[in-house]
């Protein structure tokens, strides 16, 4: 098993996922890294939707793609590269995407993770019950050397996305994580560095830390 640090610093987005099955036995080990997450008043309003079925999967998949032919796609094709990211990179994050878009549905796993919200409203917290358990799950995934990806990109067709996956109401998907064995290999992520991003005591004023 990796150092924690190790497990954190090369969690990057795994998007060419094998089709193998993954054993139930690691998938629960993630969902159990999950719920150790921190979440508002202990509430647990989180809820983990397994999905298998291929029918499924390819049904969201279609809006998923739609997706990308019509917002993400350009958007990748006209941005400039994130902080400590190349351009070069950018480009192959970009190929990898698009590969995800194309494969989606082959990934044998998704996780989607959902709060059961009932009459309530989101509000900017509301996340905050929810993307904790997301970022254990991909700790765990990288820990038991799996592939995994944060992708929200779903909701962009929220409604249409979220009535093929059967979600009942009051229950809001947050986040997809399509896991597998990685055809890829684990490494580095590209970030900026902390003196471009991290302030002290007064907004632009730089982190003594660094």
């Known amino acids: 098993m990796p150092d924690l640090f190790e ?15 993954v054993p139930d036995e690691l998938i629960r080990k993630i969902l159990q890294a999950g719920i150790c997450a921190a979440n508002g008043g ?8 397994v999905i298998k079925d291929q029918t499924i999967k390819r049904d969201v998949q279609t809006w998923y793609k739609r997706a990308f032919d019509e917002v993400i796609g350009p958007r990748y094709l006209k941005s400039e590269p994130p902080p ?23 990934a044998p796993v998704w996780i989607v993770a959902c ?28 820990a038991l050397g799996l592939g995994a990806t944060l992708t929200t990109r779903h909701l962009l067709y929220e409604k249409e996305s979220e ?9 809001r998907s947050y986040a ?21 991003i991290v302030y002290q005591d007064r907004w632009g004023e730089p982190y003594q830390g660094v």
């Open 7 to 21: 497990v954190i610093e090369t969690t990057r987005a795994m998007r060419r996922l094998r089709p193998d099955p």
């Open 115 to 142: 709060l059961d919200e009932g009459t309530a409203t989101p509000t900017r917290g509301s996340g905050a019950s929810i993307y904790p358990a997301v970022q254990n799950m991909l700790l765990a995934a990288r």
């Open 176 to 196: 997809i994580l399509p896991i597998g064995y990685p055809i890829g290999k684990f490494g580095p992520v590209g970030r900026g560095a902390l003196k471009e």
């Open 84 to 106: 400590g990211v190349t351009k070069d990179r950018y480009l192959r994050q970009h190929a990898a995407v698009e590969y995800l878009t194309e494969h989606f549905h082959e």
């Open 163 to 171: 009535a093929a996956l059967g979600l009942p109401p009051g229950v």
């Open 42 to 49: 202990n509430t647990q309003r989180w809820r983990f939707l």
